[in-house]
């Protein structure tokens, strides 16, 4: 199995255009074979950052997730959620 980490950097003013960008990048995964584990973020204090955990069972899995995502632009949309 392998379990992706990605590290976010949010815009705290832009949190909804964040949590959009979240939502396709779930519905992506499980499309793709993988499992989502969610977002993080921190309970207490002012906070920029966010996890996302994501597994697939296999590598391939992740390869295919990856490959078609480069060419849908609506993906990358959220990427305004960013400073």
């Not at 990605?6 to 499992?35: H, M, S, T």
């Not at 480069?70 to 960013?82: E, M």
Request: charged share 25%; proline share 5%; aromatic share 14%.
């Amino acid at each position: 199995m392998i379990t992706c980490v990605v590290d976010y950097v949010i815009d705290p003013k832009k949190i909804d255009v964040f949590e959009q960008f979240a939502k396709r990048w779930i519905d992506l995964v499980n499309r793709y074979g993988g499992r989502h584990h969610g977002y993080f973020l921190p309970s207490e204090g002012a906070s920029d950052r966010a996890l996302a955990l994501f597994s697939f069972s296999k590598p391939g899995g992740l390869r295919n997730l990856s490959t078609p995502l480069w060419r849908q632009q609506g993906v990358y949309r959220g990427r305004s959620y960013s400073r």
